[in-house]
Structure formats: structure tokens, C-alpha cells
């Protein structure tokens, strides 16, 4: 049997319905598999558990629309630190006439 190498990684999470955000901590056990591949393995609160991006559910909404902050980035910001990009300005008017360009050459 091979020594595990157990890493804690801190994951942020963001639910893009309420803009609720927390952290949850998970344990990943690393694993020689013999054959020079790696074997991984996660637990949260002492259970095994499933990669810390997938099945995701917000604990306020229920909402399934979760971002995840990889555990590289996740080094405890404060939360003024993550902060939201302005919505990029609307192009409407350029895409009208390019739209309207298109049509008249029988392209869309």
C-alpha cells in the first residue's frame, strides 16, 4: 500500500441566482497508482465525497447556478477583493447593421 499525500484546499463559491457566497473546505488525497498515474480522492466534514465542482446546490436558494473559484485562487480574500466585472456596454446598433449588411448579400 502506497502513503497518501493529503492536501486541504479552500474552494470559494458565488450561486449566480442570489449572489450568495461561501467556502467550503475539502481534504484531497493524492495517491500513486503504480502505473505513474495519480489517483485522487476528496472528503468534506470527514465523508467521502465528489470532485468540489461538481453537484453543487446553493445553501441559501437551492439554485444549481454555482461559480466556483478554483482552490488555487481561493487563498481567503476578503470579500471586497472579488469583486464583479460591469456588464460590457450593449453593441445593438452595430449589430443591426451588420445584420442588415448580411441580408442584402444573401448571406444570412
Given at each position: 500500500m502506497r502513503e497518501p499525500v493529503i492536501a486541504i484546499e479552500v474552494w470559494r463559491y458565488e450561486c449566480l441566482c442570489c449572489l450568495h457566497e461561501w467556502e467550503e473546505t475539502f481534504e484531497v488525497w493524492h495517491v500513486a497508482d503504480g502505473h505513474g498515474g495519480d489517483a485522487v480522492g476528496y472528503r468534506h466534514d470527514g465523508q467521502s465525497s465528489t470532485s468540489p465542482w461538481t453537484?453543487?446546490?446553493?445553501?441559501?436558494?437551492?439554485?444549481?447556478?454555482?461559480?466556483?473559484?478554483?482552490?488555487?485562487?481561493?487563498?481567503?480574500?476578503?470579500?471586497?477583493?472579488?469583486?464583479?466585472?460591469?456588464?460590457?456596454?450593449?453593441?445593438?446598433?452595430?449589430?443591426?447593421a451588420l445584420l442588415r449588411l448580411l441580408r442584402r448579400l444573401h448571406a444570412y
Open positions: 453537484g453543487l446546490m446553493c445553501p441559501a436558494c437551492h439554485a444549481c447556478s454555482i461559480k466556483t473559484f478554483p482552490a488555487a485562487s481561493a487563498k481567503r480574500f476578503p470579500a471586497a477583493s472579488v469583486t464583479r466585472q460591469p456588464a460590457p456596454p450593449s453593441q445593438r446598433a452595430d449589430n443591426l
